[in-house]
């Protein structure tokens, strides 16, 4: 069973402060989405990464593939209200190719 | 259209009814999704449709019934649920079974939010 560990688990900061959040593995995924999902809402897609090694930037958000496709994370620079919400990671594998493995994920409060 | 619709918004429920979730998207997606969600935890996959045909199962009771009528529809009948079978149901698409990639990623619709009484 694949298994992806994601911390913190909650995350309640200041509006303006910067944040990392971590995905972590003991398998090897062949890509890892990121998700953010408000409250009543389906998950929303917030990047995909493939390569190992693979850095990507939305705006604020600053995603990491880990080389070895392991691990992941999410950095939020100057964090706002509106980034409130639980994020999630998700891995696919060859082994489980219709599955995503999802971490617990991390309920973010940014307060104002 | 970029979007998964799923009807309705919010059911609830007594354990001896029986009702139907809908979902419906129209991406040309061949690869239909329904996920269970628990308040604060992660989406739990229940069954995958590839090419309207039912591919994965896990291990759902039967009081859970999916249907997949044409490549655009996906039903979730429910039928003798239990309290704790409340939940958001979501429902997700993509663009083909298989492998999750960067070219195969998965819609999720907004969900039902489903209440047993």
């Known amino acids: 069973t694949q298994l992806l560990e994601q911390s913190p688990q909650f995350l309640s900061i200041q509006e303006g402060e910067n944040l990392t959040v971590y995905c972590n593995s003991s398998?090897?995924?062949?890509?890892l989405q990121w998700y953010r999902q408000e409250p009543g809402e389906g998950p929303v897609l917030l990047v995909t990464?493939?390569?190992?090694?693979e850095v990507k930037k939305l705006k604020r958000l600053t995603f990491q593939f880990g080389d070895a496709r392991k691990d992941s994370s999410l950095h939020i620079t100057a964090a706002q209200p509106g980034d409130t919400g639980l994020y999630l990671c998700?891995?696919?594998?060859?082994?489980?190719?219709?599955?995503?493995?999802f971490g617990k994920g991390t309920l973010l409060t940014v307060n104002p | 259209d970029t979007e998964v619709t799923q009807t309705p918004k919010h059911l609830v429920m007594g354990m001896t009814n029986k009702k139907s979730l809908k979902c419906e998207q129209h991406?040309?997606?061949?690869?239909m999704y329904w996920y269970k969600q628990k308040a604060k935890k992660p989406p739990e996959l229940m069954f995958v449709?590839?090419?309207?045909?039912?591919?994965i199962n896990e291990s759902v009771p039967s009081r859970f019934s999916p249907e997949c009528p044409n490549s655009s529809l996906l039903n979730l009948h429910l039928h003798a649920l239990q309290p704790e079978d409340s939940a958001l149901y979501l429902c997700?698409?993509?663009?083909?079974?298989?492998?999750?990639?960067?070219?195969?990623?998965?819609?999720f619709g907004a969900g039902s939010r489903l209440t047993v009484l």
């Open positions: 997700a698409s993509s663009p083909r079974p298989g492998l999750i990639s960067g070219a195969n990623v998965l819609t």
């Open positions: 398998s090897v995924f062949s890509s």
């Open positions: 990464v493939v390569t190992g090694g």
């Open positions: 998700a891995g696919a594998s060859g082994g489980s190719n219709y599955k995503l493995t």
């Open positions: 991406m040309g997606h061949r690869a």
């Open positions: 449709y590839s090419y309207e045909k039912l591919s």
